[in-house]
Structure formats: structure tokens, C-alpha cells
């Protein structure tokens, strides 16, 4: 019943009218009756505890003090400043009330001596205590006013706050809001699913979020509130999902044939691992149906990813397509060109690169071939892209170190493909394979990227000795010096890392100039040799230096991140992180993995400064502990939550109103089965019992399309 309800507009709610309706709508999206009841808040206090003054502590938990403003005044600081103070006393002593904004209205609330409740976060200045704007309510009132022992905590920003929309006043709005709606709400789960999880109803879900009559209450709101959210994102995801392989068509690689099976069978460099085989068959099952492949490839540095992006080309071949292999930078474009031009040698196919700086002339070769087909593979940077790039038949694009593009350069590659002739001008995109080093949880992964089925490498090659990683603080330098040294006198390779961040990067190109010339000093000509890399410098000086490492013409590579992703030169067996608390920990992580990629025993040593934030000594001591991914990534979502987990260029990230895709990773999880499970029996939401799923699905995707999750 409550449906057309929901959808007035919140200034009609009494007490909010247009004023305050503008203000929730601009700053918290609240623009109905439904949209303030679906908003959560995101933590709660336990306001049934009162502190006296002398029991106060520095910057804990908000607490709540009974006492009397005995004084209030203005003082005033630097320029033009003023803060408003408030002295609060109770029967053990006294402290401050402080407000730096809103001072007319709040001096006009303020009673003097009047008994009354505050509550909000101390901190100590000298030996008094003092409160920064803080919620007070009179005695009297605060006796009367509906409370649960569970107090709501709702989501703010400055300007509500500054403007006197304070969690009081949210509060209030919410229990009015329960009030006129009589607190009815539809039930938007089925009952079988209730039945089963022992879910209680939506109406007691709603009330108890926002007015929990005790934790446990609070508990069981959550979770079905919480199960509900990602279900119904999972039955969204998995539909699209079906949708997709239902209509969009892909070129049916039914064969496999010679060039596959000569390579395979004839010019193998080493046995594939189990892992690698198991994501060959994949691929090759997919593409070989009648469904465009839509497939991410997550494996670990070194995992060897590229081999099966070559094989998977050859299948493109052998079925008369042509294929292409993106790369984020021009270092890697040439370092996969290079090796798979090594690697199919005997097999007689034309593979090219393509990358900004292709000369001219190559670039009109490129063109011509590509277009009478006569190009199998290409090879190359953002340049793939271009409108110029045209093929006669692309089957299948790869993409490599999928974060570093977006969904949109994804999508351009998906127009590439020129019209099948046999479908009569059909277009048909080519399949796509995109490959990342960077471990995602498998049911995160899911969900950020439902529209792709996942393919893991989970398994290193065989005899890879585990890089031996330490921790060392400035002050050892020259001990690490020492080991680089003998390293160096037994053939080895060093790398020599400098953090690069985007906001200084002036600054940290003089970082790593200084780091540049006092290694040079400590390393000098003839005895050694020293190559730089960094950002600002041109493709062709950077390839050039590229190469002189990889040719083991120089011992040192000291470099800014640009190494980071994909480097392979197995000689090169030590990496030095320099200011390794600047980095995050997947980065850490890549890094480390551009050695042990050889035979030898290989090390990772990061650098750091006494001076180390608890988040800081936790990434250290993760690195030190083990080399696993997916063990890391998984502590790297602790620490960062999944809003940062594939750095800034990453989107797809779920927008969630109340579930928190680390925490509830177990929801996410049951929630993630029984869409499955419902949908595999009943796709289209038919069946008599799952009316209310439908219903509410509908609704859901009218209002807030998958694609609104995902910011
Ligand atoms: P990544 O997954 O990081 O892209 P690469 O494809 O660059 O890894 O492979 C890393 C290294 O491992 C390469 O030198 C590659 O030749 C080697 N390699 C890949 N697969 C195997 C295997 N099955 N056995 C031995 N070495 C392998
Ligand atoms: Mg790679």
C-alpha cells in the first residue's frame, strides 16, 4: 500500500518543508519519502551511558555529559575569526563547548543553566576538556524523546551540519516519517527466502534500523537489509549477464586447428602449468560458442598470462580472424611484441606493433594489411584505437593490465570488427580477453565486474624460487649497498625504485634524480653502470634504456614506477623500493613482482624511514610475510576498503547503501547463490512465487539501473 506514499516528495514531510527539502536533496540525494526511509545510518552509540566530566577521555567514542552552560562568549582568533565558547559544568568539574560556524542561531538556542544532555566527540586542550559542536537537548526533552538504547548515527556533511540539520534533527524527520506512513511497508523479498534464511519481515527490518530496540534487534535488521541490497544487485548482474550471452552473438571458433595444434604440439617452450591449461580451455570453449566472449584473466605477476593471449590468438587464426593485444605503455606494447614474436617464430604468422610512435611509413603498411587481412596479430598501444585502425576481420582483442583502461576504450575496441559478410552486415563484435595482475577476491571480483566471466591462473611455473623480501630502514643503507654489490659481482640485476604520485610530480622527479645521482657517486663509472627511467622522458629514450638494462649492458635500473607493470627481465634480481610507505600495498606487490622472474634466488627490499604509520608498518610486514596475491589483496581491502582497491583509473565500484562489499563478503557470498540458484530455475521470474522478486526487480531497475551501482 505504502508504494505511492514513498514517492511524495520530502518537503511535504512536516516538519521538513522547502528549505530543508533543498538541502537533503542536494547533499544527501533524498528527494522522497523513500529515499529517506532507505537511508541508513552508518554506525550506532550506546546512549545509555552518561560520562561525568572527570571521567573524560581524549578523542574516544562520541559520550554523552549531564550538566549546565554556566557562560557563553565569543572569542576571537587570527583574522577576522571567531569561535563561540560555551563553558558546561557538572558536579566534577568543567569544560568547553566550542563552535566555529552557525554562531546567531546556536547563541540564541544556548539556555544558561538549564540542565541538559551534550553529546559528541573531547579532546583535551591543556588540562581542560572541550567539545566541538555538539548536539544539546534540555533534560526534559531529552527524557521524553522516543529513544533506543541503540543510538542511529546518519551520514552528514558540512553544509547540514553547519546548517542545522544535525542527526537530531534527521532523527526526528525519520520518526515523523514512521509516523505518517504508519509504518507499513511492502515486503520485497518472497516468502520461501524469508522462510529459508530465518530473515525477519521488511517492516520490522526498517523500524529496527532506525530505531533498534537492542542490538540483537539491530542485528537481524542488518543482515536482512544487507542481504536484500546484494541480492537484488546480484539478481541484476547475473540477468544481464544471461542477457548478453543470449544476445549478443560472437564468431563461433569452432576449430582449432594447425596453427594451434603445431604450436602446441611442436614449439612449446616449456609444459604449461595445470592453471594455464585449465584457462585455455576455457577460453577456447567460449569463444567457440556462439556468444561473444566477454572474459577477464586474473593471475598473479608471473603467473604467465601472455603465453595463453598467444595461444588464444592462434585460435583467432585458425578460424581465419585476426586478433590484437593492447598494452597501457609503450615499454610493454614492446616487450609483448618482442616475445611473442619469439615465441611463434616457427609458425610463419605477420604480427606487427603499433604504437605513437610507428613512423609513418610502417604505420601505412599496418593500415594496408590490416585491411586485405594479410596482418595477423597486432600488437600495440592506446593507438589501437584509433579511427585509422581498421581490420578486415578482428576475432579477438586482448587487453592487456586491464585497470589501466576503461570501460569505454573497451567498448571502442568492441566496434572494430568490420561486418561478418556471411551475416549479411551483422555486426559482430570480437571476443574479448582482458588480463590483470591484480588479485581481486573471486567474489569481489564478481561483483565489480559481473559483466565479465573470470578466468584464474592460480599456480606459479614450477621451480620458482619465493623472492625473499626484507625490510630495511634508511639508516642500513649502507649494508644494503654492501648486498647490492656482491649481487652485482655474481651477475645479478638491480632495480631501484622511486614512488611517483601524480599531485607532486616535480617533486618526485627530484627524488629521483637526487636518488639517481648519489647512487652514481656510490657506483661509479667504469666498475658500474646506471640506467634512468622516469615519466617525463620521451618513448624512444625510455625504450633505449629499456633496452640497455635488458641487455645487461647497465647493472642498475633506477626508475619511478613506469617499471611497475609487466617488466620481465629474469635477470634482474633484486628490487629496492625506495620510500616503500608511500606505496600502497598492490603496488608494492607489482612491483616485487618484476624480479624472480629467472632461475636465481631474488630479493625485495623495502626501503623506509623510521617514521612509520600503523598502516605503514602493516603493509611492511605483509610483504615480509608472503608473496601470495591474493593473501595481500585481501589485506589491502582491510586497509583501504574496495573504493581504492585498483587505484584511481579503476571504476566499478558498487555505490552501496548499507552492505559493505568487504565486511560482508559472507552475505555477498549467500546472496550471490541463491540469485543463481533462483535464476537457473526460474530466469524470467515467472513462477507464482517469485511475483514479489519480479516486482520488485522491475521496480529496482526503472529507479536504479545496475549501472547507477557502479560510480
Ligand atoms: P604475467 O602473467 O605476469 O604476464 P608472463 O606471461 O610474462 O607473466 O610470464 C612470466 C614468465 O614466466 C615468462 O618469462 C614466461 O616465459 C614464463 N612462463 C610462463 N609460463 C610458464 C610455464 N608454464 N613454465 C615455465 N615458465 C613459464
Ligand atoms: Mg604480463
Known sequence: MQQNLLETSIEYLKGVGPNRGTLLRKELGIHKYGHLLNFFPNRYIDRTRYYKINELQNNVAEVQVIGKIINIKTVEFGKNQKRLVATFVDDT????????QGHKWIRESLKLNEICVIFGKCTSFGNTFNMAHPEIELMTEHQQSLRSAMQPVYPSTETLANRGISNRVINKMMQQLFVETQAKFSETLPDYLIAELKLIPK??????IH????????????????????????????????IRKHKIKGHPFT????YFNNFYQNHLPFELTNAQKRVVKEIRIDMGSNAQMNRLLQGDVGSGKTIV?????????DNGFQSCLMAPTEILANQHFNGLTELSKELNINIKILTGSTKTAARKIIHEELENGSLHILIGTHALLEDKVKFQNLGLAVIDEQHRFGVEQRSKLWKKSNPNPSDEGEHIPPHVLVMTATPIPRTLAMSLYGDLDISVIDELPPGRKPIQTVHRFDSNRLKVWKFIRDEIAIGRQIYIVYPLIEESKTMDLKDLIDGYESISRDFPLPQYAISILHGKMKPAEKDAEMKRFAEGKTNIMVATTVIEVGVNIPNASVMIIENAERFGLSQLHQLRGRVGRGAEQSYCILMTSHKLSADG??????????????????VDLKLRGPGDLMGTQQSGVLNLQIADIVRDRDILELARNYALKILKDDAPMQKPENAVLRATYIEL????????YIS
Open 309 to 317: 593471449a598467444l595461444m588464444s590468438m592462434l585460435i583467432a587464426l
Open 701 to 708: 531497475t526503472k529507479k536504479k539501473n545496475i549501472w547507477n
Open 211 to 242: 530505531f533498534p530496540k537492542s542490538a540483537e534487534a539491530l542485528a537481524k535488521a542488518q543482515f536482512r537489509l544487507k542481504f536484500e541490497e546484494l541480492f537484488y544487485i546480484q539478481l541484476q548482474l547475473i540477468t544481464k549477464n544471461l
Open 255 to 258: 576449430k582449432v586447428g594447425d
Open 203 to 208: 517492516n520490522a527490518a526498517l523500524f529496527n
Open 617 to 634: 608498518k602493516t603493509r611492511m610486514e605483509t610483504m615480509t610475510r608472503t608473496n601470495d596475491g591474493f593473501e595481500i589483496a585481501e
Open 93 to 100: 568539574g568543567q569544560m568547553e563547548l566550542v563552535w566555529f
